[in-house]
């Protein structure tokens, strides 16, 4: 196959061709190349195949300056792409063109309409870097090894998330364990370690076992589907997908998440001297051991606690967030409050001595901490407990 471009410029457009001479697309197929994640069905072209996302990028962004693609091709001889650019300020809007400075010669300089979803943004742009008024956004890792596909799934998703991208299975999953993000998307195909393996690994391990996860993969077969929900996929979406449904999908994982949250929140906040949390979660469970254990330590910190469970300090507080809404040290000071009212519960009607084994010990403190909590002081509740 040979590739050849050519351009004509006249006062008000420039024309650019490329022109190959390969197998050409069929006639009932030209109508639909220029469709997202379209591609023709030819398996000899399979070895180096791509997204189908291309040439719809390529048309959005001409349209977009207002120009034109058009293609024509013969099976057997090959195709030719025809660009059309305007190029004369007169076509644009004032607004819309960028004025040469004094100092600069430059004759005409017109620029595309502003969008918001230009398709030419840097990737990497997205991926590393953050602003800070995105930092209360959910956090989103996509895990792509095209570049193509892994920039407009970002480019989608970014008004809403937080972005970061990995460009196989062993880089997200050393990301995922770096950021614990609330949610991962990843392709199935990828070299190093392919998404299948970085799901199961990323839902056997304590760190990022609670990271809901949306598989994508080309193969829509019911035995792929199974393989990848059986190793504790949340969900599966099959390529081509829809933009829309990708981005339900999304919002209805983190809106499950943020209501097991909710509903957490607001059974540890309740009067009632449990603490509500989820009885099977393995990590809850040996987070409470180890806060049972140090209960009565007014020293106890957080930094023993990541030491305790193996994780960094910043690993403990996304997991905890993630699941319970609180930081640890929010939910091991209510834990003491919870076990605090247990005891009076239970008949001991010595604050001071209820405050030391909770580990308090400044019974104002105590007091205040326990009057947010349950809106009454100790003596009060302990009354309630005796009628």
Known sequence: QFLETSSNINSDSVEIKVSDTGKGIPEEMLDKIFDRFYQVNDQDSREAEGTGLGLALTKELVELYRGSITVDSNPGKGSIFSVNLPVSVEQFREEEVVKPSADVEIRREPVAPVHKDEDDEDTESISSQ??????????????????????????????????????????????????????????????????????????????????????????????????GLEIGADDYLVKPFDTEELKVRVKNLL?????????????????????????????????????????????????????????????????????TGHTPSELFRNHRLKKAATFFSNGHDQVAQVMHLVGFNNQSYFSKCFGELFNMTPSQFIAATKK
Request: with cysteine; net charge negative; hydrophobic share 40%.
């Open 130 to 227: 953050i602003p800070e008024t995105a930092k209360d956004k959910p956090v989103i890792l996509i895990v792509e090894d095209n570049d193509d596909l892994r920039n407009y799934i970002s480019r989608i998703l970014e008004s809403s998330y937080h972005i970061i991208s990995a460009e196989n299975g062993k880089m997200g999953l050393e990301k995922a364990h770096e950021n614990i993000p609330d949610l991962v998307i990843s392709d199935v195909m990828m070299p190093e370690m392919d998404g299948m393996e970085m799901c199961r690994l990323l839902k056997t391990d304590e760190r990022t076992d609670h990271i809901p996860v949306i598989i994508l993969t080309a193969r829509a077969d019911r035995g792929s589907k199974l393989e």
């Open 255 to 323: 809106e499950q998440r943020r209501k097991l949250r909710e509903r957490f929140r607001l059974d540890f906040l309740s009067i009632a001297t449990d603490m509500g949390l989820p009885p099977k979660d393995l990590f809850i469970k040996r987070l409470l051991d180890i806060f049972n254990q140090h209960i009565s330590d007014p020293e106890y910190k957080m930094n023993q606690l990541s030491g305790e469970l193996n994780l960094s300090l910043s690993q403990v507080q996304k997991k905890v967030m993630a699941i």
